[in-house]
Antibody, heavy 123, light 110 residues
């Protein structure tokens, strides 16, 4: 079964850190670009960042609101992706989704999504 | 940075009716990287359309996408009860790499 399962969410104080994990199964993880997308309660979707495959040098990119504070990594031997979140702010409170960006030749989209994990930043 | 605008914000329709959702970009985007997603309450988004007009695996043919340049449309030909949800368009720009979602259109039951 094709699946992404996030874990690691929880309550953290402003200024704190948290690391989210994403476990992949049922597809070629090592060849896939993996992304994180978040959604604050009642709000829309916001792209957080991505890590490309080994063939693309594990290149990372981040959204402006998290650049310099968040880091995405991966362990292809474990089919895992990670989101390290530092210097957390109250506005980082959201459900965080792990998702795969699939390339169909020159075309691409987010075709597999996890169920999400909730991160609450509050004192 | 490209901004996506979706209209209307809310679309109130009855089952069986046709839904037309608009996604407009602040500048021209590649159709190859324009996608549409459906999200129901408490669920993750689901890919409907990729490459502006190709249906994802398992998506019924009542869903269709069209458009190019700055104007894109998602059409649901005849609304089924399970189609009442929020719909997001999304685009990818490569230099620098950035992925942008529109604010969403909620399709609710009239």
């Amino acid at each position: 079964e094709v699946q992404l399962v996030e874990s690691g969410g929880g309550l953290v104080q402003p200024g704190g850190s948290l690391k989210l994990s994403c476990a992949a199964s049922g597809f070629s993880f090592s060849g896939s670009a993996m992304h994180w997308v978040r959604q604050a309660s009642g709000k829309g979707l916001e792209w957080v960042g991505r890590i490309r495959s080994k063939a693309n040098s594990y290149a990372t990119a981040y959204g402006a609101s998290v650049k310099g504070r968040f880091t995405i990594s991966r362990d292809d031997s474990k089919n895992m992706a990670y989101l390290q979140m530092n210097s957390l702010k109250t506005e980082d409170t959201a459900v965080y989704y792990c998702t795969r960006f699939r390339q169909y030749g020159e075309i691409g989209a987010f075709d597999i999504w996890g169920q999400g994990t909730m991160v609450t930043v509050s004192s | 940075e490209i901004v996506l605008t979706q209209s209307p914000g809310t679309l109130s329709l009855s089952p069986g009716e046709r839904a037309t959702l608009s996604c407009r970009a602040s500048q021209s985007v590649s159709s190859n990287y324009l996608a549409w997603y459906q999200q129901k309450p408490g669920q993750a988004p689901r890919l409907l359309i990729y490459g502006a007009s190709s249906r994802a695996t398992g998506i019924p043919d009542r869903f269709s996408g069209s458009g190019s340049g700055t104007d894109f449309t998602l059409t649901i030909s005849r609304l089924e009860p399970e189609d009442f949800a929020v719909y997001y368009c999304q685009q990818y720009g490569s230099s620098p790499p950035i992925f942008t979602f529109g604010p969403g259109t909620k399709v609710d039951i009239k």
